[in-house]
Structures are given as structure tokens and as C-alpha cells.
């Protein structure tokens, strides 16, 4: 796990691609977004959500996101997972509780894959987008859009969420600029 002044060291694919995996975590759904650096500019290459079912145990919901992103991530092996740091509101301590179980999850999917994994702040994610760490979800959605030429509407603000930050993992990292 890679926080504020971290050092990274990318082998990147031999003609110096790299993909990285946005990964908005939630009990009930987790957004994804792969995104792939090109010569010029990013693609995004897949996303969506991984979705649980409310009537369910907790375990049984953990594993469907674990085996669901397992195949996501053996299917695109990525070069980074970047992830949301999420903030709780002291109001619901349970939310915080699962929200920390389903982060868990998705770290241990990353470490056994030896994947690295950066956490990015939500207002980070917003300025490196839009210039504003104040932006709104349709601000968000239109430069997404934009910034990987996507013709269609976003379907889910979940997946829009990821993509977005899969975008600003690798702008960090200095593989894509916009």
C-alpha cells in the first residue's frame, strides 16, 4: 500500500503500457473501472459494478466481490489497483464496519495478485479531473467522458467513480497526462 510520498517503481508491459484498476468500494455494490494507458491519452477498457444481494450474509457478500474482482483482476492484470480513501460519518458505525471489511477484501485480492495498491482521496480524484476538489458527480461524469473519449452515458456513478480514480492513479504515477 502506497500513501502520500510514496515511491514507485511501474514494469510496465514491454511497449511501456500500463493499466490500472479503480476499484470504489461498497457492500452492496463495488464500482470498477480498468483504464489503460495509450501513446497519446487513456482507454478505458472495461467497468461496472460488482453487486451483492442485501439479503444475504456479509461473508456470502464478501466473497462474491472477492471472487468477482479475482477474475477481473487475472483477467486484466493490471499494474495498480488504486482505491478510494473513504471517509465514515461517526453517525454510522456500521457502515464503517463494513466498508472496512469489503476494503479488506479487496486488499487481499491485490496482495495475493502482488498488485500495488494506492489510496487516493476523494477530493484529490475531483481536483485532478476538474480542477476543483468540489466538483459535482456530473462534472465528474463529463470529464471521464472526455478525458477517455467514451461516447455513451456512464451507467453507474459507481463505476464512474472508479474510472475516475483508476485516471488519477496513473497520472500519479506519471503514465498519463491529459
Not at 8 to 35: E, K, Q, S, W, Y
Not at 78 to 83: G, K, T
Amino acid at each position: 500500500m502506497y500513501r502520500d510520498g510514496w515511491l514507485f517503481l511501474f514494469l510496465c508491459r514491454g511497449n511501456g503500457i500500463m493499466r490500472a484498476i479503480g476499484i470504489d468500494p461498497g457492500l452492496a455494490m463495488t464500482g470498477f473501472g480498468v483504464v489503460e494507458t495509450l501513446p497519446r491519452g487513456g482507454k478505458a477498457c472495461e467497468w461496472g459494478a460488482i453487486r451483492t444481494e442485501a439479503g444475504h450474509p456479509v461473508p456470502t457478500r464478501l466473497k462474491t466481490i472477492y471472487d468477482e474482482l479475482g477474475v477481473l483482476l487475472l483477467k486484466w492484470q493490471p499494474d495498480l489497483l488504486v482505491i478510494e480513501d473513504v471517509f465514515v460519518l461517526k453517525q454510522f458505525p456500521k457502515a464503517a464496519i463494513q466498508l472496512g471489511e469489503v476494503r479488506g477484501v479487496i486488499y487481499l485480492s491485490a496482495q495475493e495478485r502482488k498488485i500495488p495498491v494506492l489510496e487516493v482521496k476523494p477530493t484529490e480524484v475531483k481536483s485532478a479531473l476538474t480542477g476543483s476538489g468540489r466538483a459535482d458527480k456530473e462534472q465528474m461524469k463529463k470529464m471521464i467522458r472526455q478525458i477517455l473519449g467514451i461516447e455513451d452515458p456512464l451507467s453507474s456513478s459507481h463505476a464512474g467513480d472508479a474510472l475516475a480514480l483508476a485516471l488519477t492513479g496513473l497520472s500519479r504515477s506519471g503514465s498519463l497526462r491529459w
